[in-house]
């Protein structure tokens, strides 16, 4: 059986030091791997979004450019791997191409800062949630959000699923003991809906007395 490979994201010393010779400190926040390659694209809370590439004899990113004005705080990669869309913690969202290294759009809209991104698998759609509570679909083509809804908590994450109608969907049968407890509970509905038949007290305890005629 072969053995796994096993890759490391580097540590602040394989990555370049700045202008000033100073080592720049690595603080990745959201990573994900490139679809169809071993490759993988991290975002840091310094506003960096890198590429490294395994295969490469070299550890440090082969790509390294910095977004927006706030720590970056989520990721989300599109199914042909070549651009990333990235979220700060100030609300600013944008579409990346990692070919050029450069930001192809920015996606408008988003108050509060960015928790969870979602590409579509197969259309130019991303979903983003954040702290100010609205679940946003925006298209990559445009800037402004094509929908979005209020969810009342500040969301964390989100995922997108292949359901079409959730309402339509078949009911899984459930285990023997949940069956039971399904039972008990239409029983006790069914005694609670029944109706309650008022007795005068003054008749408890009395006789009916038989009259011959």
């Known amino acids: ?4 490979r096993v890759f490391v994201i580097p540590r602040g010393s394989q990555v370049r030091n700045d202008w000033l010779d100073l080592r720049v400190p690595v603080w990745d926040r959201d990573l994900r791997f490139l679809p169809g390659s071993e ?23 082969v790509l390294e450019m910095t977004f927006g004005e706030g720590p ?20 600013e969202v944008a579409v990346i191409d990692l070919r050029q290294g450069r930001v192809l759009r920015a996606l408008r809209g988003c108050a509060g800062a960015v928790r969870g991104l979602q590409l579509h698998p ?23 959000p094509r ?28 285990p023997p ?3 039971e407890e399904k039972e008990g509970e239409g029983q006790d ?22 009259l011959g005629v």
Not at 73 to 84: F, N, P, Y
Not at 125 to 138: E, K, Q, W
Request: charged letters at 25%; a positive charge.
């Open 122 to 144: 197969s259309l130019p759609l991303v979903a983003s949630c954040g702290l100010d509570r609205f679940l946003r679909v925006h298209h990559l083509g445009q800037g402004r």
């Open 39 to 61: 490759k993988i694209v991290t975002c840091t809370a310094h506003r960096q979004v890198r590429l490294y590439d395994p295969s490469s004899p070299q550890r440090r990113p």
């Open 177 to 179: 003991a949940e069956e």
């Open 147 to 174: 929908s979005k809804v209020y969810l009342k908590s500040r969301l964390t994450e989100l995922l997108l699923s292949t359901h079409q109608d959730w309402e339509q969907a078949e009911e899984l049968p459930l």
């Open 189 to 210: 509905a069914l005694w609670d809906a029944m109706e309650t038949v008022p007795t005068s007290p003054g008749n408890l305890g009395k006789k009916k007395k038989i």
């Open 72 to 91: 970056l705080t989520a990721l989300g990669v599109g199914a042909g791997g070549s651009s990333v869309v990235v979220g700060s913690a100030r609300g």
């Open 1 to 4: 059986m072969p053995r796994p």
